[in-house]
C-alpha cells in the first residue's frame, strides 16, 4: 500500500485516498459513513491493486519518486501481492454491519466496475499498437480504466448506507462522469499546463510517446502523418517535442481536448441535479467535483 | 479457458474440469447441484485465472503441448485476462437463486481459498531462491496452493445447497486434504513413477531442478550437499539426474514421500468417518478420492 518504504519505515507520501473518502462521504449523505467502511477499505485495496499490476504491465520502476514492488520484488510476486490484494478487498466487503442484500449489491458495484477497470486496461495497451485509435475509443477505455473506480465508491458508500439504487447508481455515474473531466484535464495539462502551477512538467507525456487525447485527436488530424513519424523514433529530441505540440496546436487539439474537458464537467452538473438530494449537499458535491477535476494527481 | 486455439478453432484437450465436477457432486449430496452451478463456474474460472498468472511468474510458455496466453498475447494482458477471470468468478457467486446468506457464505469461502492460494503460490516462488526449507513449510505452501481450491469447490457446493455450515466445513477439508495426498503422490511418481503408466516423465522434475518434497527431504538429509551442488549447475545431465535420484534413495526421500502421502489419504478417510452422510454416499467420496489422488495431471 505505499505506507512504508522498502526498509520498513513509514513514507511520508502514501497516497491521498481519494477513492476511500468519497466512499464515506457517499455514506454520510445516507446516514451512516460507518456503513461505508468496509466500501472504503475495499476500493482502496483496488485502487492499489490495480496500480500493482499496471506497474508490471507498463514497466514503470518509480512512482511519485519511489520503487514500485516490482522493482523491489520481482513481476511474479508483484503479480501475486496484486492478486492478495484484490481478494482482500472482496473480503473486506463481505463483512461489516450491512444487511445480506446491501452487502451483496455492494459486491455487485465493485465487481462491475473491477470488470470495467480492467477493460480499460486492456484497450489502453492494445492502443499502443495501434495508430488508428479513434476519440471515442479513448473515451470508452478511460471511463473503464479512470472512470469505473471513481464512481464506484460512491455508489457503493451510498449502497452500504441504505440509498435508494436509482440514487446510488446516479451517484456513481456523478462520480465517473467527474472522473473522465479529470482524466481529460490531465491530459490538456500534460501539454499545455503551466508547470508553475501543476508541479508537472508538459514535455513529458509527448517525451513519453503518450497517446492522450489530443494526441489522438492530432493524428487523425492533417498533421497525423507528422506526428506520426515523430512517435516513431526511439528518443524523441526537444525539437521533435516542439514539433509535437505546434502540430497539434493547428489541428486544434487544445480546443477540442479543453471542450471535451468541459462537456464531461457539464455533465456531470446535470446528472447532480436529477438526484434526489439537499441543495447543501448538492453543493457540497460541487466543490468535491471542481476538486477532483484540478487536483494535480 | 483454453477451449479453442489460437486460431479459434475448438481444441481437444481443455482441461478435466475437476473443480466444477467436485462443487456439482457436493451440491447434489444436498439436494441440489443446480444450486451449487454459479459456485462450480466460479471455481473453474479461478482455477483458470491461477494457471494464467502462474505461467507469467514460471515463465512457462507451453502447458500441455499447447502455448499459454502469455506466450501467444505478451505478459500483460496475460496479466490482464487473470484479472479479469477473477473478477467474472466473484460475478459469478454473485448470481444464481441461492438465498444472500448462502451466496455471501459461498463468496466468503471462495474468498478465503483464493487468499490461500495465491499465499501457497507466494511462498513456492520464495522456496526457489531458499536451500533451507522444511517439509512442514513445503506441506503448508501445497495445502494452500493445490489445497485450498480443491476444498473450496466441495464447501462452497454444498454451502450453495443448504448444507449445515459444519458439514460443509468438513467436507472442504476432506477435499483439501486430497488435494495434498494427491500432490506428494505426484511428486513421488515424477521421480519414481512408471512413465509407461504414469505417462509423464520420471526425470523432468528433478531435470528442471524442481524443489518437490522429496527433494526437500533430501536436502535436508545426509546426501543434501552433493544435491544442492548439483542444483546450483545450469543444466543437468543425464548423470547429475541419477546421481540426486541415487542419494534421495540413500535419504529415504522415497519411503518419507509415500508415507506421507498415505498419511494424507488416512487423513482424508478419518475426515469422512465424522461427517453426516449416508453411506452410499461416503462410498462414493472415497471412490472419487482415491480418482483424484492417482489422476495424472
Redesign the interface.
Known sequence: MGWEDQSGRPASAAGKRIRPALCLYAGGLFGSAEAAMPGAVAVELVHNFSLI?DE???HDAERHGRPTLWALLG???A??A???L???A??AL?GGNAS??R??AA??LL??A??RM??G??AD??FESRADVTTDEYLAMISGKTGALLGAPLAIGATLAGAPPATAEALGRWGETIGLAFQIHDDYLGIWGNPDLTGKSNTNDIARKKKTLPVIHGLLGPGGKAIREIYARPELTEADISAVITALRESGADEFTREAAERQAAAAVAILDTIDLAAIQKDDLRAIGAYLIDRDA
Chains 1, 2 share one sequence.
Open positions: 499490476h508490471v504491465q507498463d513481476t511474479a510476486q503479480i501475486n496484486g492478486d492478495f484484490y481478494s482482500r472482496t473480503s463481505l445480506p442484500e452487502r451483496l459486491l455487485r465487481t462491475e473491477v470488470g480492467i477493460g486496461q486492456w495497451l492494445s
